[in-house]
């Protein structure tokens, strides 16, 4: 059975940073392209960035493009979000997603979820 299970989530001044994690089990991680979506009340469901199963090419959203980073730990099955100068229009729930085939962008593809958490930045 194959679980994605986020923590790091919170509230944070504007300004601040986060880190996310994502630690995965019953899937071979380094097999998939792991990324993150983000939710807001009243919104779709957009991916914030990917990285491939090889860690050699990643995607950033515009809007988080030289504040958020991606990266994995191969040995940990573990992905991270790091986040940093938060802004308001970041609070979102963020959802760990896994998908067997590069490029990881829609939602509509995703082979596996995590129960998403809550970001919340306060201005």
């Known amino acids: 059975q194959v679980q994605l299970v986020e923590s790091g989530g919170g509230l944070v001044q504007a300004g601040g940073s986060l880190r996310l994690s994502c630690a995965a089990s019953?899937?071979?991680?380094?097999?998939?392209?792991m990324g993150w979506f983000r939710q807001a009340p009243g919104k779709e469901r957009d991916v914030v960035a990917a990285?491939?199963?090889?860690?050699?090419?990643?995607y950033y959203a515009d809007s988080v493009k030289g504040r958020f980073t991606i990266s994995v730990d191969n040995a940990k099955n573990t992905e991270y979000l790091q986040m940093n100068s938060l802004k308001p229009e970041d609070t979102a729930v963020y959802y760990c997603?896994?998908?067997?085939?590069?490029?990881?962008?829609?939602?509509?593809?995703?082979?596996?979820w995590g129960q998403g958490t809550q970001v919340t930045v306060s201005s």
């Open positions: 019953g899937l071979t991680f380094s097999s998939y392209a």
């Open positions: 990285i491939s199963w090889a860690g050699d090419t990643t």
């Open positions: 997603a896994a998908k067997q085939y590069w490029p990881l962008r829609d939602s509509r593809d995703i082979d596996y």
